[in-house]
Protein backbone atom coordinates (compact mmCIF):
# COMPACT_ATOMS: atom_id res chain seq x y z
CA UNK A 1 0.00 0.00 0.00
CA UNK A 2 1.13 3.73 -1.03
CA UNK A 3 1.50 6.10 1.17
CA UNK A 4 -0.64 8.21 -0.28
CA UNK A 5 -3.18 5.61 -0.13
CA UNK A 6 -2.58 5.66 4.18
CA UNK A 7 -3.42 8.96 4.46
CA UNK A 8 -6.75 9.77 5.74
CA UNK A 9 -8.79 13.31 6.43
CA UNK A 10 -8.59 12.54 9.88
CA UNK A 11 -4.94 10.94 10.26
CA UNK A 12 -2.08 12.12 8.57
CA UNK A 13 0.76 9.83 7.66
CA UNK A 14 4.17 10.69 7.15
CA UNK A 15 7.34 8.43 6.35
CA UNK A 16 10.76 9.34 7.47
CA UNK A 17 10.22 12.94 8.37
CA UNK A 18 13.00 15.59 8.63
CA UNK A 19 13.24 16.37 12.25
CA UNK A 20 15.24 19.69 11.21
CA UNK A 21 11.42 21.02 9.60
CA UNK A 22 10.21 20.70 13.31
CA UNK A 23 11.45 23.95 14.22
CA UNK A 24 12.97 24.09 17.76
CA UNK A 25 10.23 23.66 20.42
CA UNK A 26 7.72 21.34 20.70
CA UNK A 27 5.23 23.94 20.06
CA UNK A 28 6.99 24.90 16.76
CA UNK A 29 6.85 20.80 16.12
CA UNK A 30 2.92 20.82 17.55
CA UNK A 31 2.79 23.71 14.39
CA UNK A 32 4.54 21.34 12.10
CA UNK A 33 2.02 18.46 12.78
CA UNK A 34 -1.42 20.69 12.79
CA UNK A 35 -3.21 17.17 13.05
CA UNK A 36 -3.47 14.19 14.09
CA UNK A 37 -0.05 12.86 12.18
CA UNK A 38 1.38 9.01 11.72
CA UNK A 39 5.23 9.13 11.35
CA UNK A 40 7.02 6.00 10.08
CA UNK A 41 10.46 5.64 11.43
CA UNK A 42 13.36 3.05 9.41
CA UNK A 43 14.97 1.13 12.14
CA UNK A 44 18.34 -0.70 11.35
CA UNK A 45 16.17 -3.65 11.20
CA UNK A 46 12.91 -3.81 9.05
CA UNK A 47 11.71 -6.85 9.32
CA UNK A 48 9.27 -5.87 12.43
CA UNK A 49 7.53 -3.17 13.49
CA UNK A 50 7.03 -1.46 16.97
CA UNK A 51 4.31 1.18 17.56
CA UNK A 52 4.14 3.91 20.00
CA UNK A 53 0.85 6.57 20.79
CA UNK A 54 0.65 9.15 22.53
CA UNK A 55 -1.24 12.80 23.01
CA UNK A 56 -4.93 10.98 23.05
CA UNK A 57 -5.26 13.67 25.36
CA UNK A 58 -4.50 17.26 24.67
CA UNK A 59 -3.27 17.98 27.98
CA UNK A 60 -0.72 15.11 28.97
CA UNK A 61 2.18 16.24 27.07
CA UNK A 62 5.22 13.94 28.25
CA UNK A 63 4.98 11.30 25.24
CA UNK A 64 5.26 13.79 22.95
CA UNK A 65 8.04 15.95 24.47
CA UNK A 66 9.22 12.61 24.24
CA UNK A 67 8.90 11.96 20.96
CA UNK A 68 10.48 15.26 19.54
CA UNK A 69 13.42 14.86 21.63
CA UNK A 70 14.23 11.34 20.17
CA UNK A 71 13.27 12.66 16.75
CA UNK A 72 15.43 15.61 17.18
CA UNK A 73 18.83 13.45 18.53
CA UNK A 74 18.14 11.67 14.93
CA UNK A 75 18.69 8.26 16.20
CA UNK A 76 17.91 5.45 14.80
CA UNK A 77 15.73 2.91 16.00
CA UNK A 78 16.73 -0.75 16.17
CA UNK A 79 13.72 -1.40 14.17
CA UNK A 80 10.85 0.42 12.18
CA UNK A 81 8.67 2.71 14.58
CA UNK A 82 5.90 3.65 14.00
CA UNK A 83 4.74 7.18 15.98
CA UNK A 84 1.20 8.46 16.40
CA UNK A 85 0.45 11.85 17.67
CA UNK A 86 -3.44 12.09 18.44
CA UNK A 87 -4.89 15.14 20.07
CA UNK A 88 -2.90 17.56 18.19
CA UNK A 89 -5.47 20.84 17.69
CA UNK A 90 -6.61 19.96 21.43
CA UNK A 91 -2.83 19.81 22.74
CA UNK A 92 -1.91 23.25 20.16
CA UNK A 93 -4.84 25.36 21.21
CA UNK A 94 -4.02 28.17 23.95
CA UNK A 95 -3.32 27.86 26.44
CA UNK A 96 -0.63 24.95 25.40
CA UNK A 97 -1.44 21.57 26.68
CA UNK A 98 -3.89 22.82 28.80
CA UNK A 99 -7.11 20.78 26.76
CA UNK A 100 -8.09 17.60 27.84
CA UNK A 101 -10.31 17.74 24.51
CA UNK A 102 -11.73 20.57 22.45
CA UNK A 103 -15.33 22.18 23.96
CA UNK A 104 -17.71 20.01 22.42
CA UNK A 105 -15.38 17.56 21.46
CA UNK A 106 -15.62 13.60 22.98
CA UNK A 107 -12.33 12.62 24.92
CA UNK A 108 -10.34 10.27 22.23
CA UNK A 109 -10.08 7.61 24.48
CA UNK A 110 -12.80 6.82 24.65
CA UNK A 111 -13.73 6.36 20.87
CA UNK A 112 -12.03 3.45 20.45
CA UNK A 113 -15.50 2.00 20.18
CA UNK A 114 -18.57 1.93 17.57
CA UNK A 115 -20.64 4.10 16.73
CA UNK A 116 -17.62 6.47 14.82
CA UNK A 117 -20.14 8.92 13.82
CA UNK A 118 -17.85 11.80 14.52
CA UNK A 119 -14.49 13.50 14.09
CA UNK A 120 -13.30 11.60 17.02
CA UNK A 121 -14.53 8.65 16.27
CA UNK A 122 -13.07 8.37 12.35
CA UNK A 123 -9.96 9.88 13.95
CA UNK A 124 -9.87 6.71 16.72
CA UNK A 125 -10.94 4.22 13.62
CA UNK A 126 -8.14 5.73 11.09
CA UNK A 127 -5.55 5.01 13.94
CA UNK A 128 -6.60 0.94 14.08
CA UNK A 129 -6.85 1.06 10.23
CA UNK A 130 -3.09 2.06 10.07
CA UNK A 131 -2.38 -0.58 13.20
CA UNK A 132 -4.00 -3.08 11.44
CA UNK A 133 -2.31 -2.60 8.35
CA UNK A 134 0.81 -2.15 9.41
CA UNK A 135 0.94 -4.65 11.93
CA UNK A 136 3.81 -3.65 14.27
CA UNK A 137 5.02 -6.69 16.84
CA UNK A 138 3.50 -4.41 19.74
CA UNK A 139 2.07 -0.75 20.55
CA UNK A 140 2.65 1.52 23.67
CA UNK A 141 0.31 3.85 24.43
CA UNK A 142 2.04 7.01 26.34
CA UNK A 143 -0.47 9.19 28.99
CA UNK A 144 0.25 11.34 31.78
CA UNK A 145 -2.05 11.36 35.03
CA UNK A 146 -4.19 13.64 35.52
CA UNK A 147 -3.20 14.17 38.77
CA UNK A 148 0.79 13.88 40.43
CA UNK A 149 1.45 10.62 41.00
CA UNK A 150 4.08 7.58 40.48
CA UNK A 151 3.82 5.61 37.51
CA UNK A 152 2.69 2.85 36.30
CA UNK A 153 1.07 0.52 33.22
CA UNK A 154 -2.15 -0.21 32.46
CA UNK A 155 -3.21 -3.62 30.07
CA UNK A 156 -6.37 -5.90 29.22
CA UNK A 157 -4.38 -8.92 29.30
CA UNK A 158 -2.05 -10.11 31.71
CA UNK A 159 1.06 -12.12 30.49
CA UNK A 160 4.66 -12.36 30.23
CA UNK A 161 4.93 -10.16 27.10
CA UNK A 162 2.95 -7.23 28.92
CA UNK A 163 4.97 -7.56 31.42
CA UNK A 164 7.87 -7.23 29.66
CA UNK A 165 6.74 -4.41 27.64
CA UNK A 166 5.71 -2.70 31.13
CA UNK A 167 8.90 -3.39 32.79
CA UNK A 168 10.70 -0.79 30.56
CA UNK A 169 8.89 2.34 31.80
CA UNK A 170 7.54 0.91 35.42
CA UNK A 171 7.37 -1.44 38.26
CA UNK A 172 3.77 -1.64 38.28
CA UNK A 173 0.37 -2.65 36.20
CA UNK A 174 -2.82 -2.82 36.07
CA UNK A 175 -4.75 -5.40 34.61
CA UNK A 176 -8.59 -4.61 34.06
CA UNK A 177 -11.73 -5.68 32.59
CA UNK A 178 -13.27 -2.29 32.66
CA UNK A 179 -13.73 -1.20 29.11
CA UNK A 180 -14.66 2.16 28.30
CA UNK A 181 -13.66 2.39 24.42
CA UNK A 182 -9.96 3.11 24.96
CA UNK A 183 -7.28 2.50 22.66
CA UNK A 184 -5.69 -0.53 24.35
CA UNK A 185 -8.85 -2.49 24.30
CA UNK A 186 -9.39 -2.47 20.59
CA UNK A 187 -5.88 -2.70 19.72
CA UNK A 188 -5.61 -5.27 21.68
CA UNK A 189 -7.08 -7.77 19.71
CA UNK A 190 -4.47 -6.99 16.62
CA UNK A 191 -1.50 -6.00 18.32
CA UNK A 192 -0.37 -6.68 22.39
CA UNK A 193 -0.98 -3.12 23.87
CA UNK A 194 0.11 -1.53 27.06
CA UNK A 195 -1.20 1.84 28.68
CA UNK A 196 1.87 3.75 30.05
CA UNK A 197 0.58 6.39 32.38
CA UNK A 198 3.99 8.44 32.93
CA UNK A 199 3.06 10.12 36.56
CA UNK A 200 1.30 13.95 35.98
CA UNK A 201 2.04 16.78 34.27
CA UNK A 202 3.71 19.01 37.03
CA UNK A 203 5.76 15.83 37.97
CA UNK A 204 9.42 16.32 36.62
CA UNK A 205 9.79 12.51 36.95
CA UNK A 206 7.28 12.16 34.07
CA UNK A 207 9.23 13.55 31.45
CA UNK A 208 12.04 11.30 32.44
CA UNK A 209 10.35 8.27 32.61
CA UNK A 210 8.59 8.93 29.10
CA UNK A 211 12.06 9.81 27.32
CA UNK A 212 14.05 6.86 29.47
CA UNK A 213 11.23 4.16 28.45
CA UNK A 214 11.07 5.29 25.31
CA UNK A 215 14.73 4.88 24.68
CA UNK A 216 14.40 1.53 25.95
CA UNK A 217 11.65 1.06 23.68
CA UNK A 218 12.98 2.06 20.45
CA UNK A 219 16.68 0.85 21.36
CA UNK A 220 16.03 -3.23 22.85
CA UNK A 221 16.77 -6.01 20.30
CA UNK A 222 13.44 -7.21 21.71
CA UNK A 223 10.79 -6.15 24.25
CA UNK A 224 8.91 -8.69 24.51
CA UNK A 225 9.28 -11.61 27.10
CA UNK A 226 12.52 -14.02 26.45
CA UNK A 227 12.28 -17.22 28.04
CA UNK A 228 14.43 -17.45 31.41
CA UNK A 229 14.48 -13.33 31.88
CA UNK A 230 12.38 -12.02 34.97
CA UNK A 231 10.41 -8.80 35.04
CA UNK A 232 10.09 -7.10 38.27
CA UNK A 233 6.43 -5.75 37.85
CA UNK A 234 3.73 -5.56 40.40
CA UNK A 235 0.33 -6.50 39.55
CA UNK A 236 -3.06 -5.31 40.46
CA UNK A 237 -6.54 -6.30 39.31
CA UNK A 238 -9.55 -4.41 38.61
CA UNK A 239 -9.30 -1.24 40.06
CA UNK A 240 -12.79 0.63 40.72
CA UNK A 241 -13.90 3.94 39.79
CA UNK A 242 -15.08 6.44 42.43
CA UNK A 243 -17.21 8.61 40.77
CA UNK A 244 -20.07 11.03 41.76
CA UNK A 245 -23.84 10.20 39.91
CA UNK A 246 -25.06 12.09 37.15
CA UNK A 247 -21.50 14.21 36.86
CA UNK A 248 -21.95 15.53 40.31
CA UNK A 249 -20.00 18.81 41.30
CA UNK A 250 -16.62 17.95 43.10
CA UNK A 251 -14.04 20.73 44.99
CA UNK A 252 -10.70 20.53 45.99
CA UNK A 253 -10.91 22.55 49.10
CA UNK A 254 -9.99 23.03 53.04
CA UNK A 255 -13.56 23.18 53.67
CA UNK A 256 -16.72 21.51 52.35
CA UNK A 257 -17.92 23.83 49.34
CA UNK A 258 -22.00 24.70 49.00
CA UNK A 259 -21.99 23.86 45.21
CA UNK A 260 -20.16 20.33 45.64
CA UNK A 261 -21.40 16.89 46.64
CA UNK A 262 -17.87 16.22 47.34
CA UNK A 263 -14.82 18.36 48.28
CA UNK A 264 -11.48 17.00 48.39
CA UNK A 265 -8.47 18.66 49.48
CA UNK A 266 -6.48 20.88 47.16
CA UNK A 267 -3.47 18.20 47.07
CA UNK A 268 -5.88 15.26 46.52
CA UNK A 269 -3.15 13.40 44.54
CA UNK A 270 -1.21 12.84 47.67
CA UNK A 271 -3.63 9.89 48.05
CA UNK A 272 -1.51 8.40 44.85
CA UNK A 273 1.27 7.60 46.85
CA UNK A 274 1.28 4.64 48.83
CA UNK A 275 -1.82 3.22 50.62
CA UNK A 276 -4.80 4.94 51.92
CA UNK A 277 -5.55 4.21 55.64
CA UNK A 278 -9.21 3.81 57.06
CA UNK A 279 -8.48 6.69 59.57
CA UNK A 280 -7.65 8.83 56.61
CA UNK A 281 -10.28 11.45 56.15
CA UNK A 282 -10.72 11.21 52.02
CA UNK A 283 -12.99 14.13 51.29
CA UNK A 284 -16.16 16.14 52.73
CA UNK A 285 -19.36 15.08 51.42
CA UNK A 286 -22.52 17.24 51.38
CA UNK A 287 -26.00 16.52 52.91
CA UNK A 288 -26.71 13.70 50.42
CA UNK A 289 -24.16 12.03 51.71
CA UNK A 290 -22.53 8.50 49.99
CA UNK A 291 -26.02 8.62 47.97
CA UNK A 292 -24.68 10.96 45.74
CA UNK A 293 -21.67 9.10 44.79
CA UNK A 294 -21.01 5.54 43.18
CA UNK A 295 -18.19 2.77 42.81
CA UNK A 296 -19.40 0.30 40.40
CA UNK A 297 -16.94 -2.46 39.75
CA UNK A 298 -15.95 -4.13 35.93
CA UNK A 299 -19.12 -6.32 36.40
CA UNK A 300 -21.45 -3.74 36.84
CA UNK A 301 -21.75 -4.35 40.41
CA UNK A 302 -22.14 -1.36 42.89
CA UNK A 303 -19.57 -1.86 45.97
CA UNK A 304 -19.97 1.74 47.61
CA UNK A 305 -21.11 0.56 50.51
CA UNK A 306 -18.00 -2.29 50.80
CA UNK A 307 -15.42 -0.10 50.73
CA UNK A 308 -16.39 3.68 51.96
CA UNK A 309 -18.56 5.10 54.90
CA UNK A 310 -19.68 8.21 55.98
CA UNK A 311 -18.73 9.63 59.16
CA UNK A 312 -20.01 13.19 60.86
CA UNK A 313 -20.37 14.59 56.72
CA UNK A 314 -16.55 12.87 55.92
CA UNK A 315 -15.65 10.45 53.68
CA UNK A 316 -13.17 7.11 55.02
CA UNK A 317 -12.35 4.07 53.33
CA UNK A 318 -13.68 1.30 55.61
CA UNK A 319 -10.52 -0.72 54.78
CA UNK A 320 -7.01 -0.07 53.17
CA UNK A 321 -7.08 1.12 49.94
CA UNK A 322 -4.70 1.52 46.97
CA UNK A 323 -5.53 4.75 44.81
CA UNK A 324 -4.54 5.35 41.55
CA UNK A 325 -5.25 8.90 39.12
CA UNK A 326 -6.49 10.54 42.22
CA UNK A 327 -7.30 14.47 39.87
CA UNK A 328 -6.86 17.82 40.81
CA UNK A 329 -9.21 18.64 37.93
CA UNK A 330 -12.82 19.11 39.09
CA UNK A 331 -14.04 18.75 35.60
CA UNK A 332 -11.98 15.41 35.01
CA UNK A 333 -13.38 14.82 38.40
CA UNK A 334 -16.96 15.00 37.69
CA UNK A 335 -17.22 13.79 34.00
CA UNK A 336 -14.60 10.97 33.89
CA UNK A 337 -13.87 9.99 37.93
CA UNK A 338 -12.62 11.12 41.52
CA UNK A 339 -10.06 8.43 41.44
CA UNK A 340 -9.48 4.52 41.04
CA UNK A 341 -8.77 2.37 43.80
CA UNK A 342 -8.37 -1.39 44.15
CA UNK A 343 -9.88 -2.33 48.29
CA UNK A 344 -8.09 -4.76 50.75
CA UNK A 345 -10.60 -6.06 52.80
CA UNK A 346 -8.63 -7.18 56.34
CA UNK A 347 -11.97 -8.48 57.50
Not at 265 to 278: H, R, T
Request: proline share 5%.
Amino acid sequence: MTVSMLQSSYLNYIENPNPDDFGPSIESFLDWLEKPTAMLLTGKDSSKIRAVCTLLHGNEPSGTKAIFNYLKSKETPRVDTLFIIASVEAASADPLFANRMLPGKRDLNRCFRPPYNDAQGQTAKAICDLLLHIKPECLIDIHNTSGSGPAFGVAIVEDANHVALTSLFTNDLIVTDLRLGALMELSEKDVITVTIECGGVQDHSSQIIALEGLQRYLSSEHVLAETGNEYPVNIYHNPIRLETKNHGEVAYHQHPSDKAVITLPEQADKFNYGMLPKDECIAHLSEGGLGQLTAKDHLGNERLDEFFTEHKGKLYARHPIKVFMATTSPLIAKTDCVFYFIGYNTG
